[in-house]
């Protein structure tokens, strides 16, 4: 092998070596991403579930938003 093929392949093992690298710590960066939205994507179904619970506690009360008085209403002057 002459010198400028040998000085050619360790160019391109060197590349390798990098790019190999650089994948490792994209693979990374995306599994900690994945996890991030897994978690995001749990609290956004537990949060929507006590919404769902609070609006049914609210319905049974009977005196929900939908129910209310406007604040402006006063009986007592009609």
Do not use: S, W
Request: negative net charge; hydrophobic residues 35%; glycine residues 4%.
């Amino acid at each position: 092998m002459n010198p400028r093929d040998e000085e050619r392949l360790n160019r391109l093992e060197e590349r390798v070596y990098f790019q190999e690298r650089q994948l490792e710590a994209l693979n990374e960066a995306l599994v900690r991403q994945q996890a991030q939205l897994d978690e995001t994507e749990k609290r956004l179904a537990d949060a929507c579930l006590m919404i769902r619970v609070l609006r049914e506690l609210l319905g049974q009360q009977g005196e929900g938003p939908e129910n209310a008085l406007p604040p402006h209403y006063m009986p007592e002057r009609y």
